[in-house]
């Protein structure tokens, strides 16, 4: 392709704006470029957007009006994730094949019933369904074969075999099994059934090893320094490090500062303000070891004041309310230090504001699904509507107030209780 110009920002905007159809403003660029099939000159159209669960991306589109060749991408420019992500999809019905994914170049796609993988980087990154994945595989396997007949017909005979078993996966005649493994984090398989938990879709995150990390590129500073002497420090001080927003990508300020919760254990709490666009987020980190024996809290929401009870949501804690068939899996949402009341607006924020299941492709029957589930929640904020909320953390490190903080009186003067550890 030729070389590509700097991309201006929308006037008015950011340089990556969310994905949406109603977004007006928001048109690719068209770039002469060369095709790599004919040698003549087609166009590239490049789209920079956002989506949730993947951040920034690049979308390419190259057509040829010469050889009529096309050819799409996607780049992923966000930030890498702190834990690697693995989606496992036990398919069974047809309509599975629709489900979109977002697999990065850094991904590996595996079928085991076929002995079949997709190994990392020999894809570029693509917004796409199960079936289309399945497609591309078979296209890739196709395109050499005229050449492996003329050479060597047991090789290329072997390879139509598989070619047709790849096929017939698309009919879902059997159930098989679909893994999508991202040491970066940034790949995603959509739940056609959220906000509900979906019981063929198994989420895991993961700690990367020394040799993930190499091949993304990440590399792992070595210290001298006393760890004991760290921890001291980061108690008596805040500490202030760049980083980019998560909305327009401009330079920004994240604080952190380690934090001893009463009766609980210390935490990271870590702040980060967009002078540009005023965004603002907070995220907290687990700042003990893993214990020996998880938790699970269970909460009947009876009475609005039990939205002001402090929580905190560790980045392996999942969130469950029956009630509404709802379960947010660990890892969403990240950790989080905030009252009950502000989680149950994140969550309905997450919900809400989701272009993959309320976009223009969405149905109606799905849109009003939604939005109910955003009344209820509204309804259990509000006190209308009893609930149980129950947080399960296999590491230990999440926290629920058991009784609210009271102030009684001794004489003349006040004493603030704690709640009961």
């Known amino acids: 392709m030729s070389a590509i110009g700097e991309l201006e920002p929308v006037r008015g905007g950011p340089l990556f704006r969310p994905l949406s159809a ?119 396997l196709e395109q050499d074969q005229p050449v492996r007949r003329a050479a060597d017909k047991d090789v290329a005979g072997k390879i139509d075999e598989f070619i047709g078993k790849l096929k017939q996966l698309k009919e879902v005649d059997s159930s098989f099994t679909f893994i999508i493994d991202d040491p970066s984090g940034n790949s995603f398989v959509e739940n056609p059934r959220a906000p509900q938990k979906d019981d063929a879709l198994v989420v895991t995150h993961y700690r990367r090893t020394a040799q993930q990390d190499a091949m993304l590129g990440l590399e792992v500073e070595e210290t001298d320094e006393n760890p004991a002497d760290s921890v001291e420090d980061l108690r008596n001080e805040v500490l202030q490090f760049n980083t980019n927003c998560p909305e327009c990508n401009a330079p920004a300020n994240t604080n952190m500062k380690l934090v001893q919760i009463p009766h609980f254990k210390e935490v990271i709490i870590m702040a980060t303000n967009c002078e540009a666009c005023g965004h603002r987020t907070n995220e907290v980190k687990s700042g003990g070891a893993i214990e020996p024996l998880g938790t699970r809290i269970t909460l009947r929401v009876t009475d609005p004041s039990d939205m002001t009870r402090d929580l905190l949501k560790s980045e392996t804690c999942s969130v469950e309310i029956p009630e509404l068939e709802f379960e947010l899996g660990m890892g969403a949402l990240g950790g989080k230090f905030t009252t009950l009341e502000g989680l149950l607006k994140d969550i309905r924020n997450l919900i809400v504001k989701n272009p993959f299941t309320l976009g223009d492709s969405s149905t109606p029957s799905r849109v009003e699904k939604l939005q109910e589930f955003g009344r209820k929640v509204y309804q259990i904020m509000e006190g209308h509507m009893e609930a149980h909320f129950i947080l399960d953390d296999p590491a230990g490190n999440s926290y629920l107030q058991e009784s609210l903080w009271r102030w009684t009186e001794v004489g003349r003067e006040f004493h603030l209780h704690a709640p009961v550890p």
Do not use: H
């Open 22 to 140: 109603e977004d007006e403003e928001q048109q690719p660029d068209e770039i002469e470029s060369l095709c790599m099939s004919c040698y003549r000159n087609g166009v590239t159209r490049l789209l920079l957007t956002k989506i949730p669960f993947f951040k920034e991306i690049i979308v390419s589109s190259f057509t040829c009006g010469s050889c009529a060749w096309s050819n799409t991408e996607i780049q992923s420019v966000g930030r890498i994730q702190e834990q690697g992500v693995r989606y496992t999809l036990a398919a069974t019905a047809r309509q599975d094949m629709n489900r979109e994914v977002v697999k990065t170049d850094c991904a590996t796609a595996r079928i085991p019933e076929l002995d079949f993988e997709i190994p990392a980087f020999s894809q570029k990154g693509a917004l796409t369904t199960i079936e289309g994945i399945i497609d591309r595989a078979v296209a890739g």
